[in-house]
């Protein structure tokens, strides 16, 4: 049986395997056990290793490459995080009452929605549902 057909079969084993078994087999090959993760997310995590272990990893042109973005990417505007812990750029969707919403981090309490800008995701909510709402719940942001 070459690699790629045993890769196959191992493949199709984990697509068809529990949660606690994901777990298992996560921690098998990384040495590790994950952080709490979706099914999904821990599935793909697995397939990948799987894949980088029967087909070979990045080469190091592509590692390096890699490397160099992230290192000029790390002072990227769009990494930069408010002390609120929300990301600089970061954009938020909610559908109310048929409405769908868009908001935009643009800096420290500084959000735009619908053209305006407000000073807190509370505002925005506010303004939208027209009652009293914490805004990172409104928006499904968790810290």
Partial sequence: MTAKQILQKELGTVREMSFPELREKFTD???KIPHPLSST?????VIYKLQELYLGGL??????LLEKIARKMKDHPLNRKSSSGISIGARYRRKWKGGNYEVTVLAE????CGGKRYKSLSAVARSITKTQWNGKLFFGVKQ
Avoid: A, I, P, S
């Fill in 29 to 31: 090959l990384y040495g």
């Fill in 41 to 45: 997310t821990l599935r793909n995590r």
């Fill in 59 to 64: 080469g190091t042109t592509d590692r390096m």
């Fill in 109 to 112: 309490n500084c959000f735009e």
